[in-house]
């Protein structure tokens, strides 16, 4: 049995006669951009977060880097960010001028160590960008303690949680500003590129949406250095599709950790993901830990069974940050997590028979 590790195609045909609708009806309105479809979604998004703003953009990687501006943060000011994440979360942070600052993070939880935040905070540091890594949230409460008494920005990279909360509130709710990727394998994933942020003021809601629109306050009014970043009105009438089945794919996600969790929670020599208390996890990756990684990866490639590794080099070993000169006792846990990791087949309609599957082979692997 061949078991990929992610099939999109399944989740299209399940919803296929609506979501042709929703694209054929922006082609056929030539509502492409700036149009009804992504204010509609806008305000949709919102109320499922139960947000006040949110301000679509061209992609994740974009909403990260236009709320550092809408921050005015730049040159000279310091970002701390986890040191595991995908590149977006650090990388936005040099685009804008400023310098990233990594944080280890937590063996358990995967996000950001919050024991460890205080001591990277200089009189340079302007803000923290929490990652709800792999769907579990970050530890917001303390995040937000630690921000206040120092008077440093928050920005929630949701990209990989939406629908994951803490304490019954949804991430991206936290923060003074949150982001969103839809890029297509997220939990909401559009047909290409696509991202938000949320905001809380509508001064900066104002702010964000100019530079993300030429710095436009009104046509051929520009009133600061803005770019091109927006979300096109065939990717917002899909979002707006998806985002109805969006919480039903969330406890689709659930039962298959659950169903996992049961296969494999008696193996000795792997660890599982764990829900911290009071956090809904939104399982956008099923990560287990293994002393023997690549050599169990090896063995389920061999029996036709795909995993992925997020990520096999935590970002500040990444040779864009040489010049830091980092070493991996810089950065203990992230070092030793980078070489046990790995992400097992997991999407909401993969079948009993294929978590059983892979569930079976991983138990025959001599560890
Ligand atoms: C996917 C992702 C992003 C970036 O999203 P894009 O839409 O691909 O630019 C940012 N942060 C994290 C943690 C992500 O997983």
Redesign the pocket.
């Known amino acids: 049995m061949n078991v990929d590790f992610l099939d999109l195609k399944q989740q299209y045909l399940s919803i296929k006669d609506e979501i042709d609708a929703a694209m054929f009806g922006v082609i056929a309105s030539s509502a492409f951009i700036k149009s009804k479809p992504v204010a509609d979604f806008e305000k949709e998004f919102a109320d499922y977060l139960g947000a006040e703003h949110v301000i679509s953009c061209a992609?994740?990687?974009?909403?990260?880097e236009i709320c550092l501006r809408g921050f005015n943060i730049g040159a000279g000011d310091e970002v701390l960010v986890p040191a595991m994440?995908?590149i977006?979360?650090s990388e936005v942070v040099a685009t804008a001028g400023a310098t990233p600052v990594f944080v280890d993070i937590d063996a358990e939880t995967f996000c950001i160590d919050i024991s460890k935040i205080e001591e990277k905070i200089s009189n340079k540091t302007k803000a923290i960008i929490p990652?709800h890594?792999y769907g579990h949230p970050a530890d917001m409460q303390t995040i937000l303690e630690i921000a206040q008494k120092h008077k440093l920005k928050v920005i929630e990279?949701c990209?990989?949680a939406h629908g994951a909360e803490i304490d019954g509130k949804k991430v991206g709710t936290f923060g003074d500003a949150a982001?969103f990727?839809?890029?297509p394998t997220?939990n909401l994933g559009a047909f290409g590129?696509?991202?938000a942020i949320v905001v809380k003021n509508i001064d900066l809601k104002n702010k964000i949406s100019a530079i993300a629109n030429h710095g436009q306050e009104e046509r051929h009014e520009h009133i600061l250095h803005g770019r091109n970043s927006r979300m096109d009105g065939i990717q917002a009438a899909i979002l707006s599709v998806k985002l109805k089945h969006l919480d039903k794919w969330g406890k689709m996600r659930e039962q298959v950790a659950r169903h996992y969790c049961k296969e494999l929670g008696q193996l000795k020599n792997i660890s599982l993901p764990k829900e911290q208390p009071l956090t809904k996890h939104a399982y956008h990756l099923f990560v287990i830990k293994t002393e023997k990684r690549d050599e169990l990866k090896e063995f389920l490639e061999a029996r036709q069974i795909t995993t992925l590794i997020h990520y096999p080099k935590a970002l500040p070993f990444q040779l864009c940050y040489k010049e830091y000169g980092f070493r991996e006792t810089d950065f203990p846990i992230a070092s030793k997590i980078q070489k046990q990791i790995l992400s097992l087949p997991f999407y909401p309609e993969i079948s009993e028979e294929a978590i059983h599957h892979v569930s079976q082979n991983i138990k025959d692997f001599p560890f």
Do not use: I, P, R
């Open positions: 992609n994740g990687t974009d909403a990260l994440s995908w977006s979360t990652v890594l990279d990209a990989q982001t990727s839809f890029f997220k590129d696509a991202g």
